[in-house]
């Protein structure tokens, strides 16, 4: 029986950074009284605080709730009433410089320059720097038909390795790219999780809807969790409806 499942965040357990709705939100707080919960994905705190957090019901059992920002990079856990930072690593100034640079002179080379934005297209977000293509706050409808079969991203990924060879380039969200550290993937920070909670691999169960080669969930399928791929949101709420009632004693 398992006894944690994790979750991939946009496109698995919300719309792409939307909040969870009051079903989802249900859904997590029951199967957080019979399971480890833990959340991993490319955004930050805040967001996850805005999309998870705080849309968690009262009655969920925050103790055995894990939330993992950044690919894993950081955790935050509940702790003596409030969520606290249980690790984070972090860049450098010198490394995000230089990240933020070569993502300039990459999108320039690409000839993506000119596409509209809404927000920021830079996100340094401390152990990860996200470049989104038409910025942080882009409506659902432009972000679908941007890149729906991944070239445009590709095309960047492949200027990026060649300016940033010492780090990690990797395809995330709708319109995003996640750099990191080398070694740094969904595997990297599940892994993490499983020494924090003394878990095997054998007691977890990852969802995700990009758990296929090239998807920035695959790497949870490689390190040898069991893994369901999911098609959407209310996918995976039909997946939960069936397992809770199997996890209760």
Request: negative net charge; aromatic residues 6%; glycine residues 10%.
């Amino acid at each position: 029986m398992k006894k944690l499942l994790a979750f991939d965040m946009d496109g698995t357990l919300a719309l792409s950074k939307q909040p969870l709705d009051e079903e989802m939100g249900a859904l997590l707080a029951a199967l957080s009284k019979v399971a480890k919960v833990a959340v991993i994905s490319g955004g930050d705190w805040p967001q996850f605080e805005k999309q998870v957090v705080s849309r968690l019901p009262e009655d969920a059992d925050r103790d055995s709730i894990y939330i993992l920002p950044t690919t894993g990079t950081k955790m935050y856990h509940w702790q003596g009433g409030q969520w606290a930072q249980v690790y984070a690593e972090l860049f450098s100034d010198e490394e995000g410089e230089k990240i933020r640079t070569a993502l300039k002179e990459a999108v320039e080379e690409a000839g993506f320059a000119g596409e509209q934005t809404w927000g920021p297209q830079i996100e340094d977000r401390g152990s990860q720097v996200t470049f989104s293509a038409l910025g942080q706050e882009a409506p659902l409808g432009p972000k679908d038909a941007w890149d729906h079969d991944r070239k445009k991203r590709e095309k960047l990924q492949q200027l990026l390795q060649g300016k940033l060879p010492e780090l990690s380039i990797n395809i995330g969200g709708a319109t995003s790219i996640d750099i990191t550290r080398k070694g740094i993937d969904k595997a990297y920070g599940l892994k993490r999780l499983a020494e924090h909670t003394g878990l095997a691999k054998e007691d977890m169960l990852f969802l995700g809807d990009a758990i296929f080669p090239g998807g920035n969930d695959y790497p949870a399928k490689t390190m040898g969790l069991d893994v369901v791929r999911v098609r959407d949101v209310d996918e995976t709420k039909a997946v939960l409806q069936g397992v809770i009632p199997c996890l209760r004693p």
